[in-house]
């Protein structure tokens, strides 16, 4: 059905031949052909080297899908021109910043629509007064620390290498920063964007202050394409990572460990940031637990800071493998980024943090759960992991600054713990089983909780499946705010009906 080749002569040629057979071909061959004619050697067809580079993902299963055409816009004009066209002619669209929505379809377009791939948006300049970093778009965190790293600058961002800077700000923005700043969303000076009706527009607390609110959490997919961050910048040398990599055994110890360092230990020391994982890895004797600790500012040598002491006895809690490294963003965001390759999925909600027993009850479902995916993998790849990812009282308070973001949480919710599934895997035919036995298990914890009147059910974007009702979590209040912004920045609901795949308020 695509044309696959790259002349405009060949594919009004090709477009020509398919209006004889279906209107809806047509229109899509128009857009394709429209983009490249206005925009000249910034769209690639099916059958391409660079199609092929830019239909991959991070997550297998987004890669599946195989959009008639990307277009790689080089500035905002060029992702106004793309959306002129794509609206004009109703087409489908999705936008790629870094590629690591999980689902199929997050961050691309199926067959009959077109993906924007914002990669070439990689501009990144530092103001004079060292306050304010202007990133583009398309940057990957990895860029931007690779330029703040030798300036002795930093910004509230993605914790991982390769991930997009689109998609992580415009969802919240989970740091290393944020028990000092908040999450990324919080820390954003100024939006550049791109309306529906192709208008070019910046967001900021003086700037169309209800859209700059509702940039902060309310994702992008609802609003505009985000061509230009800009950032708040921070003073920032190298950083403390520990890594402690514990038997799964050890979980009832660990847990009310982490559940005290999230009351107290990370509001007492906001430069620290922490998560916990459990996961299962047969080769190192089955369950295992990985506590990732940081400090933004490192302890002295050798030393461990005192709000990280209890996990960090060898005597007590034996570990499989430690390592601690006194290094620069670059370096700590690589050493835990993750492979290209398997299918992935996620799935996340919140309960109370202040209960120890709460999070230790949660295990047993959990491994039930890894139980029951192993059996019907059958040999085959998979990778369960359950995640606890604290909201201290701390990060919530640094939540309120500058007007408060869309995501509704305020310190009265909190102490938070995000309950995040996380699955990898390689067989297509185990699709339906992981599905349905993450929402199952989401279900189950959130059904625990609230039975011990300790639920939240805030559900983080970032690490939301496509079947949950994240801005609903938002709270009635936001949810409405967040519906008239995007009814008066588009009022024909062209981004809602046509930009294709991720969350719609
Ligand atoms: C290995 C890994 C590490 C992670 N680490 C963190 C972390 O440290 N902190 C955290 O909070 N989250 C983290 N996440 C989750 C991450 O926030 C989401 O996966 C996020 O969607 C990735 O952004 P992206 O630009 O790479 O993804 P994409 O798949 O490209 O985009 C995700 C969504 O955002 C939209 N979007 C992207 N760019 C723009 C733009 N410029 N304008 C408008 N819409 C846009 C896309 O259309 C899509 O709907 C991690 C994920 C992975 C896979």
Redesign the pocket.
């Known amino acids: 059905m695509r044309s696959p080749r790259h002349s405009s002569s060949s594919i009004l040629i090709g477009s020509l031949v398919f209006a004889a057979t279906s209107s809806c071909t047509q229109r899509l061959q128009d857009a394709c052909t429209a983009l490249s004619t206005a925009l000249p050697s910034l769209v690639t067809f099916p059958n391409t080297t660079l199609y092929a580079l830019e239909n991959t ?3 297998a299963r ?1 890669s599946t899908l195989a959009p008639s055409c990307f277009v790689t816009p080089t500035c905002a004009a060029d992702v106004s021109t793309a959306i002129k066209i794509l609206t004009s002619l109703s087409t489908p669209f ?9 689902f199929p379809g ?2 691309n377009a199926a067959a009959g629509g077109v993906t924007i791939d ?1 990669l070439h ?1 990689t501009s990144l300049t530092a103001s004079r007064d060292r306050r304010t970093v202007s990133v583009g ?2 940057n ?1 965190w990895i860029n931007v620390s690779a330029f703040l790293d030798p300036l002795g600058l930093a910004v509230v961002g ?3 290498a ?7 700000i ?6 290393y920063f944020s028990g000092l700043y908040g ?2 969303c919080d820390n954003v000076r100024s939006y550049q ?1 791109v309306l529906s009706s192709g208008a070019i527009v910046n967001a900021s607390a003086r700037e169309n202050p209800d859209l700059f609110w509702a940039l902060r959490g309310g ?3 609802n609003f ?4 230009r961050f800009d950032l708040a910048a921070f003073e920032q040398r190298d950083i403390w990572h520990n890594s402690l990599l514990f038997p799964g055994a050890l979980n009832a110890t660990l847990i009310p460990l982490l559940q005290n360092l999230t009351v107290n230990g990370l509001p007492a020391d906001p430069q620290t940031h922490t998560y916990f994982v459990m996961a299962y890895l047969p080769a190192l004797g089955g369950h295992v637990i990985l506590s990732d600790q940081f400090r933004a500012a490192p302890p002295p040598a050798n030393t461990t800071p005192a709000v990280f002491q209890a996990f960090n006895d060898e005597a007590l809690l034996p570990t499989i493998v430690k390592t601690t490294t006194v290094a620069n963003i670059s370096t700590v965001s690589r050493a ?3 492979a290209y390759g398997s299918r ?1 999925t996620w799935s996340n909600t919140a309960v109370s943090a202040t209960s120890a027993a709460l999070l230790v009850e949660f295990v047993p479902l959990y491994e039930a759960w890894v139980s029951k995916l192993v059996a019907a993998a059958n040999g085959t790849d998979v990778s369960p992991l359950m995640i606890y990812q604290p909201i201290p009282l701390n990060v919530l308070r640094a939540m309120q600054a500058n007007g408060g973001n869309a995501l509704g949480l305020t310190p009265s919710d909190g102490p938070l713990m995000i309950v995040q599934l996380s699955v990898s895997w390689a067989s297509s035919a185990l699709d339906e089983v992981v599905e349905s036995s993450c929402k199952d298990l989401i279900g189950s914890v959130n059904a625990l909780a609230a039975k011990r009147k300790l639920g939240n059910g805030f559900v ?1 974007v ?2 939301a499946d496509s079947s949950q009702d994240v801005f609903a979590s938002y709270g009635k209040e936001n949810l409405a705010r967040l519906r008239l912004v995007a009814k008066k920045w588009d009022p024909k609901g062209l981004y809602q009906k046509l ?1 294709r ?3 719609k308020v």
């Open positions: 993902y991070w997550s987004q999705s936008v790629k910043g870094g590629g690591h929505a999980a997050g961050s914002l948006l778009a398309g990957r993605g914790r991982v390769d991930v997009g800077v689109g998609g992580v415009l969802g919240g923005g989970i740091s999450w990324a964007l994702a992008g997919t505009g394409v985000v061509t835990i980024d993750q992935q983080y970032n690490y930009w795949g991720y969350f």
